[in-house]
């Protein structure tokens, strides 16, 4: 019983933390999310060549990027895909 | 006892509302199914489509939808009697206001996380979405002549406000600072710009502060400027502009974004603090009127109460939240419901404090004429909530600059996010054969000095009036993309289609109601070139509305007589 109340309390707490981040602090993650998105983009764009055999940048530096891009691959291409419109911007 | 029969009275709403009517329709009609991958999962990109947990999303939401217009609202509209006001709120939310927000959620879930832009290309026409466009940019400009009219011509010209609001802003630009460069703790950073806000409005009350700027207002009496507004008015107007200029060209991490995050301690704990104080002194009604009269300042009760009060019963900006926002990190089906009808029933209670504000804080219908009355709700509000804070011993100057600077937020908050938009939609739309259409600064200026046209020129009553039939038409038109949804997925609809029906109506007679007092009532008795102008405005804009309301309800209906037509042919 105790345990059970404990448990209650504590999911009482839980969601009343996740309201409260919610209110405040939900939309500064979203927007920092937006940012590295964008940042994203950027990325992709200067290793594109080497994704697809041209070489743009050095190989050296490319090599140094990769790693780090072609993880985001998948979720960048849903990005990209995406039909948008103005009232994207609204959210 | 009366505040203590209001609570009740709300609470009774919720609990039949949302936990008998909302659910029944959730579970029987609805049938939204955990186990489905909903868009946030299918699509996820890490940036829109991203799961959240359902307790996240209700507060992400409820913010969202909060600001002004519940407030507002129902201060207005009790000019009619405090009875048609509270019913209006409860039985709106009850039957069409959490219809609308759930609805436009859920289709979003199952349409893939459509807008709502897309969602109108896809079920009712394609030009129905250009059309819904100019609708928007209308929609948003009045939003701002109305939230610029309340706190530029009316706010800011207390001399105890302007300091606490420049407070309030500063520290939210050094919030940024804090997070985002110098990569400080985030409660840490919380404390230093909340105790130096509320140091700040503190200041701003004191004698020396406000003569300061009684002394740049020209006050007491502040000589007239400009079309027919005082010097007050010009200067805090221009303040306001000045403050959503810097927001719409600055960076959004830098400047909009963290005053945001101040503002929202601020506000909550004025919120608090007030319900707090209401509930220790639970004032009774006095001789406030159940209702004085059918017509008033505003018009006539049907159908101008149905769109005064916007936000607290149903609002078309919920839509768009929903579907742009809410709608793509939903982590399962059965979370709409408690996120979407949720935060509009805890809106609902919002907006039912809001009316408390108006009422009982001031005991009669003198002292809420005495306050400002309709024509100037903020200030009710202001003064209201002082009268609650005043109960837990805080001292009613400070109450009312605290009242006046965090309604200011809270309407600088959305402004700042439509300048924003329109700065946006103004590139798109013109971009391509004005090119300098797409320069930051000089979208921006145009917004800002369509926003001042509006400010100055047009009555605080007949813009309110304005924007709530744009506001409430946007929600009947969402009410139709919801009915035609469920009826594509051969779903019963009468629960989304009726209300839909009736907020079609009403705002529409409410623009026409507005059309014809502007032409053919208030513009041959105008003496003044202000007063024309503004008359020719708002009646333009009455008309323009009606005729794109017409278009997309035609498109519509064609849209809803879809399947009967193929069904017929297949017959044939």
């Known amino acids: 019983m105790e345990e059970n109340q404990e448990s209650l309390l504590k999911r009482l707490g839980r969601s009343a933390k996740e309201f409260l981040y919610g209110m405040a602090g939900h939309d500064m993650t979203r927007f920092a999310l937006k940012t590295r998105g964008s940042m994203e983009h950027l990325f992709i764009l200067i290793t594109m060549g080497d994704l697809l055999g041209i070489p743009i940048l050095p190989p050296y530096y490319s090599l140094r990027l990769l790693p780090y891009v072609v993880p985001q691959i998948s979720t960048w291409k849903r990005r990209m895909l995406r039909e948008r419109d103005l009232t994207d911007a609204l959210a | ?572």
């Open chain 2, 1 to 572: 006892m009366f505040t203590i029969l209001v609570l009740i009275l709300a609470a009774a709403g919720v609990a039949i509302g949302y936990g008998l009517y909302a659910r029944t329709i959730d579970k029987n009609i609805v049938q939204p199914d955990p186990k489905k991958a909903t868009p946030a999962k299918m699509y996820m990109d890490g940036v829109d489509f991203t799961p959240a947990s359902k307790n996240v999303l209700f507060g992400y939401q409820f913010k969202s939808i909060a600001a002004l217009g519940p407030i507002t609202g129902p201060i207005i509209a009790v000019q009619w009697g405090w009875l048609p006001a509270i019913v209006w709120v409860i039985l709106g939310t009850f039957f069409i206001g959490w219809v609308q927000d759930y609805g436009a959620m859920i289709m979003g879930v199952r349409r893939d996380g459509d807008t709502m832009g897309a969602l109108s290309y896809k079920l009712i026409s394609p030009r129905a979405r250009n059309i819904l466009m100019l609708f928007l940019y209308f929609y948003l400009l009045l939003i701002m002549g109305a939230f610029g009219n309340a706190v530029g011509k009316v706010l800011m010209t207390n001399p105890q406000v302007p300091f606490g609001m420049l407070t309030v802003v500063l520290m939210g630009v050094l919030a940024g600072q804090m997070t985002y460069r110098w990569k400080q703790d985030i409660i840490l950073t919380t404390i230093i710009t909340v105790v130096i806000s509320f140091v700040g409005i503190w200041v701003s009350t004191q004698p020396f502060m406000s003569n300061i700027f009684s002394a740049i207002f020209g006050l007491p009496d502040s000589p007239v400027w400009f079309l027919g507004n005082t010097q007050a008015q010009v200067i805090g107007t221009l303040l306001v502009v000045i403050f959503c200029y810097l927001g719409s060209v600055l960076p959004i991490w830098s400047y909009a974004q963290p005053i945001n995050y101040v503002s929202f301690w601020i506000v909550s704990l004025g919120v608090l603090g007030g319900i707090l104080g209401m509930l220790i002194w639970r004032p009774g009604i006095g001789d406030f009127p159940a209702f004085t009269s059918f017509t008033t300042a505003s018009g006539p009760l049907w159908p101008m109460l149905f769109v005064t009060i916007a936000c607290g019963a149903i609002s078309g900006w919920h839509s768009l939240v929903s579907t742009s926002g809410t709608a793509r990190q939903l982590e399962k089906e059965t979370d709409a419901l408690p996120v979407g009808g949720g935060a509009m029933f805890l809106e609902m209670v919002f907006a039912v404090v809001a009316f408390l504000t108006a009422t009982v804080a001031w005991g009669s219908f003198q002292g809420y004429q005495d306050a400002g009355g309709a024509g100037k709700a903020l200030a009710v509000f202001a003064g209201g909530l002082a009268n609650f804070l005043s109960r837990l011993g805080i001292p009613t100057s400070f109450g009312t600059a605290y009242g006046s600077v965090f309604l200011t937020i809270m309407a600088l908050t959305i402004m700042q996010l439509c300048v924003r938009f329109m700065r946006v939609a103004s590139a798109e739309l013109l971009g391509d054969s004005v090119p300098v259409m797409k320069n930051v600064h000089v979208g921006t200026t145009v917004a800002l000095l369509l926003t001042l046209l509006f400010v100055w020129v047009i009555p605080w009553l007949t813009i309110w009036a304005a924007f709530g039939a744009a506001n409430q038409l946007m929600a009947g038109l969402a009410l139709m993309l919801i009915s035609l949804w469920l009826m594509s997925e051969g779903r019963k609809n009468a629960w989304a289609l009726y209300p839909s029906i009736f907020m079609i109506v009403t705002t529409i007679a409410a623009l026409l109601y507005l059309a014809y007092t502007s032409f053919l009532v208030k513009l041959p008795a105008a003496t003044t070139a202000q007063a024309s102008i503004a008359n020719i405005l708002i009646g333009l804009i009455a008309l323009t509305l009606v005729v794109a309301a017409g278009f997309l309800i035609a498109d519509g209906w064609r849209a809803l007589r879809r399947p009967r037509v193929k069904e017929a042919a297949e017959k044939a």
